[in-house]
């Protein structure tokens, strides 16, 4: 099993920043991607951004230009750096991660955080 603990939620003003983290533990094999989905009351839930093993990353639209996400290999963790918070991005965030083991791939989910942007 594999277990994702996710820490950095909160209730911020507009303008303002948060850091979550998310580190993955237990019978890890090789984590190809890590990432961040997120979901508000009565919408799906959506990607915000992902980063391959290697580096690369993909982010939403919505939080290009506001949002940083990065990694540590050898911590097997993720994090994602909000600045610039809008209300709009309240929801909460699921951290999430894909692991290859034998040829197959696997998708692992945290329980998810709630941030919250309000004055």
């Known amino acids: 099993q594999v277990q994702l603990v996710e820490s950095g939620g909160g209730l911020v003003q507009p303008g303002g920043s948060l850091r979550l983290s998310c580190a993955a533990s237990g019978s890890i094999g090789s984590i190809y991607l890590m990432g961040w989905y997120r979901q508000a009351p009565g919408t799906q839930r959506e990607l915000v951004a992902y980063i391959t093993r290697g580096g690369s990353t993909n982010y939403a639209d919505s939080v290009k230009g506001r949002f940083t996400i990065s990694r540590d290999n050898a911590k097997n963790t993720v994090y994602l750096q909000m600045n610039s918070l809008k209300p709009e991005d309240t929801a909460v965030y699921y951290c999430?991660?894909?692991?290859?083991?034998?040829?197959?791939?696997?998708?692992?989910w945290g329980q998810g955080t709630q941030v919250t942007v309000s004055s």
């Open positions: 999430m991660t894909d692991i290859v083991n034998s040829g197959f791939t696997t998708r692992y």
